[in-house]
C-alpha cells in the first residue's frame, strides 16, 4: 500500500518558470491537500479538494493552480516561480473533510 | 496571524523520562485537536487527537491534555525513548471550517 505518493523529491527551478508536482493516492480518499512548510512558519494550507472536480483555495493560494480530476491525483502547479516559493511542499489526504491527514514525503522546490 | 502556537522550538530529555511538548490557541472556535510526528525527509504522521468534548486522551505511551479555558494543549510522553526524537505538530480546527491549523513544531530529542 503506498499510500500518498509526491514526485519529484527535489527540484530546482529558475525564476518564471513553470512546473506541476504530482501528488497520488491509492486510498480511496475524498479529501486531499496541498501545504508548504517554511522554517518559523509551520504548515500552510495552499489548496485542498473534497472530492474530484471540487477545489478551493487555502491560506496562501497566490501562485499556484490545483486541479481534481480524478480520485487519485492532486497535482499543484506552479505558474511562474518566484523565489518566495522556495519551501519544502507537502501533499495530504484524508477520508473525509477535517480528518486526520496521511501525508506523502515532501518536495523539496528550489527557485533560484 | 498565527493561530496556533508552539512556542518551544526544541526539548531535550533523557530516555525514560517524561517529555512535556505544549501549544497554545487563539482561536475559542477551535474543537478538534491533533499532534503528528515528522522524521527528518519525510511527511508528518498523525499520532493522537482530542475532541474539545474531552480534557484527555491516552494512547499507548501518548497523552494530550486540552484545557479550554487557557487555550491551551499538551502532549505528554511517557516513557520517552530514542525513536521519540521528531518534530511535532499540533494542529486544530473549527467544526464549520474547512481546514486544520498547525504550529511551528518543537524538535524533540530523547538522550539515551
Known amino acids: 500500500n503506498a499510500g500518498v505518493t509526491q514526485t519529484p523529491k527535489f527540484q530546482v527551478l529558475k525564476t518564471g518558470q513553470s512546473m506541476t508536482l504530482q501528488c497520488a493516492q491509492d486510498?480511496?480518499?475524498?479529501?486531499m491537500s496541498w501545504y508548504r512548510q517554511d522554517p518559523g512558519m509551520g504548515l500552510r494550507l495552499i489548496h485542498y479538494?473534497?472530492?474530484?472536480?471540487?477545489?478551493d483555495q487555502g491560506e496562501v493560494p497566490n501562485g499556484y493552480n490545483v486541479s481534481r480530476s480524478t480520485t487519485e491525483d492532486f497535482p499543484l502547479r506552479l505558474l511562474s516561480a518566484a523565489p518566495s516559493q522556495t519551501s519544502v511542499y507537502f501533499c495530504a489526504s484524508s477520508p473525509i473533510l477535517n480528518q486526520p491527514q496521511h501525508f506523502g514525503d515532501g518536495t523539496r522546490l528550489s527557485i533560484l | 496571524d498565527q493561530q496556533v502556537k508552539q512556542n518551544s522550538p526544541s526539548l531535550s530529555v533523557q530516555e525514560g523520562r517524561i517529555s512535556i511538548l505544549n501549544c497554545d490557541y487563539t482561536n475559542s472556535m477551535f474543537d478538534y485537536f491533533l499532534w503528528y510526528k515528522k522524521y527528518p525527509a519525510e511527511g508528518p504522521t498523525f499520532l493522537i487527537s482530542i475532541s474539545s468534548i474531552k480534557d484527555k486522551n491516552e494512547d499507548g505511551r501518548f497523552t494530550v491534555f486540552l484545557n479550554k479555558s487557557a487555550k491551551h494543549l499538551s502532549l505528554h510522553i511517557v516513557p520517552s525513548q530514542p525513536g521519540d526524537s521528531a518534530v511535532y505538530f499540533c494542529?486544530?480546527?473549527?467544526?464549520?471550517?474547512?481546514?486544520?491549523?498547525f504550529g511551528t513544531g518543537t524538535s524533540l530529542t530523547v538522550i539515551p
Open positions: 486510498m480511496n480518499h475524498e479529501y
Open positions: 479538494s473534497v472530492g474530484a472536480g471540487i477545489t
Open positions: 494542529a486544530a480546527r473549527t467544526n464549520t471550517g474547512n481546514q486544520f491549523y
